[in-house]
C-alpha cells in the first residue's frame, strides 16, 4: 500500500477534483491510500504550500521555482520527511534550464517522493487529470525499469511507447496526447503497467 499525502494549495476544489480520476488510474494497478479526498477543503495543506512558496517565488518572473518550492515543503516542519506527496500550486513554475513546466518531482533521502502539480497552464482539466496520472506514474516508477529498452531519460525517466509516461515538453503536443489517450481505457502502455504492479517502494 503507497500512502500518498495530498496538499491542495488552490482555492477551487475544481482542480483536486479532476485528479481523482489520475488516481484512480493508478489504483487499478497498485492499491493507494490517500491522506485526503481530492477536491475536499484542508487548510492545513493549502497553509503550508503558500508558505513554502514564499521562499521559493521569483517576483521578477512572476513564477515559482520547483525544486526550491519542494525544498521547503520538505525542510519547512511540515512532516512530509520521507512520504510521498502530491501538491497542488496555483503558480507557474520553473526550474534551473528550463522555463516552465507543469509538474515536477523531488525525492528526500529517506526515499519520499514529492510531486509539484502546477495548474496555471492547465485550466483544461482533462489535460490536469493527464498530467496528474503522468506525475503520479513517477511515484511508482513507471518507465523507471532500466532494464527495458522503449525508455528515455531527460528530466527522469519516460516511455517512448503511445503512453502517458511520455514526455511532452509543448502545451499542445500534450493537449493533443491527452485526447488521443482519452479514447483508451488504460493510459499507461502494458510496460508501464507492469512497472506499477512491481513497485516496491514506499
Ligand atoms: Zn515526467
Ligand atoms: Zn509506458
Redesign the pocket.
Known amino acids: 500500500m503507497v500512502r500518498i499525502e495530498l496538499l491542495d494549495g488552490t482555492t477551487d476544489p475544481k482542480f483536486g477534483t479532476a485528479l481523482r480520476m489520475s488516481f484512480a488510474e493508478i489504483a487499478k494497478y497498485h492499491p493507494m491510500e490517500v491522506s485526503v479526498a481530492p477536491g475536499s477543503t484542508d487548510y492545513v495543506g493549502y497553509n503550508q504550500v503558500k508558505n513554502a512558496e514564499k521562499g521559493a517565488f521569483n517576483s521578477r518572473r512572476n513564477q515559482l521555482h520547483a525544486t526550491r518550492f519542494l525544498c521547503n515543503m520538505i525542510e519547512n516542519d511540515n512532516g512530509l520527511y520521507g512520504i510521498n506527496t502530491m501538491i497542488l500550486t496555483e503558480q507557474d513554475i520553473y526550474d534551473d534550464g528550463l522555463n516552465w513546466a507543469f509538474g515536477g518531482v523531488k525525492s528526500d533521502a529517506a526515499g519520499g517522493k514529492h510531486l509539484i502539480l502546477s495548474v496555471a497552464r492547465l485550466n483544461n482539466l482533462e489535460a490536469l487529470t493527464h498530467t496528474g496520472i503522468h506525475e503520479l506514474g513517477h511515484i511508482y516508477g513507471?518507465?523507471g525499469d532500466l532494464r527495458r529498452s522503449n525508455t528515455e531519460s531527460n528530466l527522469g525517466p519516460h516511455?517512448t511507447?503511445f503512453?502517458v509516461?511520455e514526455q511532452k515538453l509543448d502545451v499542445q503536443l500534450m493537449l493533443e496526447q491527452s485526447r488521443r489517450l482519452s479514447s483508451k481505457k488504460d493510459k499507461?502502455?502494458y510496460?508501464?503497467i507492469n512497472d506499477i504492479m512491481n513497485y516496491r517502494g514506499i
Request: proline content about 0%; aromatic content about 10%.
Open positions: 513507471a518507465a516511455c511507447n503512453c509516461m499507461f502502455c510496460q508501464c
